[in-house]
C-alpha cells in the first residue's frame, strides 16, 4: 500500500511496512488502548513485514517445537520471542504478510470461535483471485491449500478430496493466533506471499509436523506483489465488517 494509513471509512489500516516484532507488538498495544477508548470504535488493521522472527503462543509444551540450536538462529539471524497470543509456535520473515485486526468483537456481534472463522474467510477470498483454492482444517486453524503430488494447488490442478487422504495433502499457508483484551483482538494471522519456506525447517510448524507452503510456491511469476496482496487483505476486511 502506498500510504502508511489508509482511511476505509471508519475502519483505518495501518501500514508499517517492515517493523520488528517488539516495535510492532508495542504499536499493537497502543492502538488497543485507543480502540478501547473510543478513538476508533470500528477497530484497526495493521499490516506489517517482520524480520526473520520465531514466536511461541501460549500453548503448553510450544518450545519444544523449536528444531534449531541458538547458534544455528543466530547464523540465520533469527530472533526469538515469546508472545502472549494464542496457538504454538511460528515463523515471520520478510515476504509474509502479517496482519494484527484491533478489533472489538462485540461491535460486531463476534465470539471468538466466530472472529477466527472470519478471519479464515478473509484469507480464502484474498486467495482466490489470485487462483488459489484455500480452504479450512477442521482439525487444525488456520487456512491450507490442497496439494497433490505434483500439483501447484490451483484449482484447476487441486482435486479436492477428503478424509485421510487430504489430510496428508494439506500445507498451511495462513497461521493464526489471537489474544482477546477486554474482548478486543490482539496478534491475528500470518500469511505466506514470498516467504523463504526453508525458514520453516527450524521449527515444527504449530506442532503439528505439517508442511507449509506460499502464494508465490503455487504460483510462481503470476504471485501478486506484496501491496496487491494488502489490498486485497484490506478490502476483504471492509466487506466482511461492514
Known amino acids: 500500500m502506498d500510504q502508511s494509513s489508509v482511511d476505509m471509512q471508519s475502519l483505518p489500516v495501518i501500514d508499517l511496512q517492515v517493523c520488528d516484532y517488539r516495535a510492532a507488538w508495542t504499536s499493537q498495544l497502543a ?11 470500528d477497530g484497526v488493521i495493521i499490516l506489517v513485514e517482520h524480520p526473520p522472527v520465531i514466536t511461541f503462543g501460549r500453548r503448553p509444551g510450544s518450545t519444544d517445537h523449536l528444531l534449531a540450536d541458538a547458534d544455528t538462529l543466530a547464523l540465520r539471524g533469527v530472533d526469538v520471542v515469546q508472545s502472549d ?10 515476504g ?3 496482519v494484527y485486526p484491533i478489533i472489538p468483537l462485540r461491535r460486531y456481534n463476534l465470539g471468538l470461535s466466530a472472529y477466527m472463522r472470519l478471519l479464515e474467510q ?25 496439494v497433490p503430488p505434483g500439483g501447484s494447488g490451483s484449482p484447476d490442478m487441486a482435486a479436492v ?9 494439506l500445507r498451511k499457508i495462513c497461521a493464526m493466533g489471537v489474544k482477546l483484551r477486554r474482548w478486543t483482538s490482539l496478534h491475528g494471522l500470518a500469511l505466506n506471499v514470498t516467504t523463504d519456506l526453508r525458514y520453516f525447517d527450524l521449527i515444527n510448524p504449530c506442532g503439528l ?8 510456491a503455487l504460483l510462481g511469476s503470476r504471485c501478486p506483489s506484496m501491496n496487491e496482496v494488502k489490498w486485497r487483505v484490506a478490502m476483504e476486511f471492509r466487506r466482511e465488517l461492514h
Request: aromatic residues 6%; negative net charge; glycine residues 12%.
Open 31 to 41: 492502538y488497543h488502548e485507543k480502540v478501547l477508548q473510543g478513538e476508533y470504535p
Open 209 to 216: 509436523s505439517r508442511p507449509v507452503t506460499s502464494m508465490q
Open 161 to 169: 478430496t477428503s478424509g485421510a487422504d487430504q489430510q496428508t495433502r
Open 85 to 94: 497470543r494464542g496457538g504454538d509456535i511460528t515463523f515471520h520473515g520478510p
Open 122 to 146: 478473509i484469507v480464502i477470498q484474498t486467495l482466490a483471485p489470485a487462483g488459489i483454492q484455500g480452504c479450512r482444517d477442521a482439525c487444525a486453524t488456520g487456512v491450507w491449500v490442497d
Open 96 to 98: 509474509q504478510l502479517v
